[in-house]
């Protein structure tokens, strides 16, 4: 209803200036919306922007209100305009219907590619903010009615992968043994590496692995791909257990299989800011950077990022839209490959880059065997849970508990790290992040709960779409913003205003729902607040479900 409102203001706004752009913004503490377009006009109409803003007013406010309900007026440059009895009512009626800020289908496609750790030991705690803020773009896209597939870019012939393989073979490692794939490989992969560390000449043998398997030898393939299907299946179950799933695992190996990196190498080796000595490698000066951007190495093979180009030109050539998640440590390599794109003509990705986050405990190194799994993190995190779950609701059988405190646990989680704009470090705080009373998943979820728990105890009523006093119109006012924040999410690529949002209409509600009785009022204003509360709680659970969260009905 608020973009509704936007646009329709915005129309008149634009037949009476001619202006394409009616420079709406929000209206801070004086309006629900207000237009800067008296700034533009100053120049034009050799005016002050306070006395064109009070004249839009006199010519337009009429034709508001009737089409709107909405009141205008001026404070200095400022046309504001605040709404009135009918948008509240209509974001009542929309509010209570199931799926309430879903946008209409788009015919943009979009490819979210998120997550995709090299498959050499478990998921720990630095991939996962790449997973949840991939997956909470991935929702938050649907959300607002984008076709979406989400990929995870499998790298199936790295050296990583190659040392896993030789590891395999020299400690003749059992990777099927009792336990997660993932782990398993971690083992191979940490003892591989402490044998290389010691004598760097068996780094030979890993080279050799990767010419063969990049020349398409088959039992090298199948030494490479054992192993990383194993790890990938553990992948899978942690991403499970965190409401995460992806479309589609693509493979770094096929674009060598079907010919698009030699494709891609040929093309850039006949451009002039190729250069071919021994290796490949681009000069890519001219978008800023000093070092080269190195393609193919001396001994005929591809490095990683020669075919990751192959792979986001066969994305730009699906999709209308194409969008990675990154950490801080590949915005070199990230925004080399956005140059070299651009440069040869096909769609550079979005890259959301992201800093990391950590425990108290510290930094991670697979390699070096110093790192917490995420399957650790979810499983502390449920256990903490549980024990606050227990102290709560010592009434229920332990099954349910268990069930609450794991969906508890993954919200927990979830939103500490998505809270967070992405640009920043972050440490995940034990605490806080579980902390029903303040700024937590948890503590969403719980207002939800509350909610429904209100619900459940009102019974049948009468709805009333209507809002009085200031409470109740703060309240439907922020429900009425769900649709527009999704829709900023989206454009933004900023899934941390999501989260922002949910968190604050549940202070709001929670403000109201203890400043405003529900059940014991006269019944005019109980079926009113009623479905006020209705509406809360179907805004709270689309917001929490877009978020990846389980909308708990009691806790």
């Not at 915005?10 to 008296?38: E, Q, V």
């Not at 929702?139 to 979406?148: D, M, Q, S, T, W």
């Not at 190195?294 to 591809?302: Q, V, Y």
């Not at 403000?511 to 005019?524: D, I, M, Q, T």
């Amino acid at each position: 209803m608020y973009l509704t409102f936007c646009d329709t203001i915005g129309a008149i706004i634009r037949d009476h200036t001619g202006k394409d752009d009616p420079m709406l913004t929000d209206g801070g503490d004086h309006a629900d919306l207000a237009s800067t377009i008296a700034f533009s006009l100053a120049k034009d109409l050799k005016k002050a922007p306070p006395l064109i803003a009070a004249e839009i007013v006199n010519s337009i406010a009429e034709r508001v209100m009737q089409e709107t309900g909405a009141n205008t007026f001026a404070i200095g440059p400022y046309v504001n305009f605040v709404f009135g009895e009918k948008y509240c009512s209509d974001v009542l009626i929309q509010a209570t219907c199931d799926g309430y800020g879903s946008g209409k289908e788009k015919p943009e496609r979009v490819v979210l590619e998120h997550t995709s750790a090299n498959p050499n030991g478990p998921l720990h705690v630095g991939h996962i903010r790449n997973t949840i803020i991939g997956d909470t773009l991935t929702r938050c896209f649907r959300k607002a009615g984008y076709p979406l597939e989400v990929q995870y870019y499998v790298n199936d012939m790295g050296r990583q992968i190659a040392i896993v393989a030789w590891g395999i073979a020299s400690q003749r490692a059992d990777i099927y043994a009792e336990g997660k794939g993932d782990h398993l490989i971690a083992e191979v992969y940490i003892e591989a590496n402490r044998h290389l560390d010691v004598d760097p000449s068996l780094n030979a043998a890993i080279d050799r692995l990767m010419q063969l398997v990049e020349s398409g030898d088959p039992d090298t393939i199948s030494q490479f791909k054992i192993p990383v299907k194993r790890c990938l299946d553990g992948f899978k179950d942690t991403l499970e257990k965190m409401n995460v799933k992806h479309d589609r695992f693509v493979y770094e190996s096929d674009f060598i299989r079907n010919g698009d990196t030699e494709k891609v190498l040929s093309r850039i080796s006949h451009l002039p800011q190729a250069c071919i000595d021994e290796i490949l490698s681009l000069d890519l000066s001219q978008y800023g950077f000093e070092k080269s951007y190195i393609l193919r190495r001396s001994d005929g093979t591809s490095v990683y990022a020669a075919r990751d180009l192959a792979f986001h030109i066969w994305k730009g050539h699906n999709f209308d839209r194409v969008i990675d998640i990154l950490g801080a440590d590949h915005k070199l390599i990230g925004t080399q490959l956005q140059a070299t794109l651009d440069l040869i003509g096909e769609k550079p990705p979005e890259i959301v880059f992201f800093e990391f986050v950590s425990l108290p405990e510290g930094s991670m190194s697979t390699r070096k065997g110093k790192f917490i799994s995420a399957d650790e993190l979810i499983a502390e995190t449920e256990r903490r849970a549980l024990e606050e779950v227990t102290v709560r609701r010592p009434e229920l059988h332990e099954e349910q508990r268990v069930k609450i405190a794991h969906a508890v646990a993954i919200s927990a989680i979830r939103y500490d790290i998505i809270r967070t704009i992405p640009e920043k470090n972050t440490i995940f705080d034990w605490k806080e992040a579980l902390d029903f009373e303040k700024q937590s998943g948890p503590y969403i979820q719980y207002a939800h709960a509350r909610a429904c728990s209100i619900l459940e105890k009102a019974g049948t009523y009468t709805p009333c779409f209507k809002a009085e006093g200031e409470g109740e119109i703060a309240l439907v006012k922020k429900i009425a913003l769900f649709p527009k924040v999704i829709s900023e999410v989206v454009t933004e690529l900023k899934p941390h205003l999501l989260a922002i949002y949910a968190r604050e209409l549940a202070d709001l509600f929670n403000s109201f729902y203890h400043a405003e009785p529900v059940l014991r009022a006269e019944e005019h204003v109980r079926n009113r607040r009623l479905t006020l509360v209705n509406a809360t709680r179907n805004t709270l659970k689309e917001a929490l479900e877009t978020l990846g969260i389980d909308a708990l009905r009691a806790m």
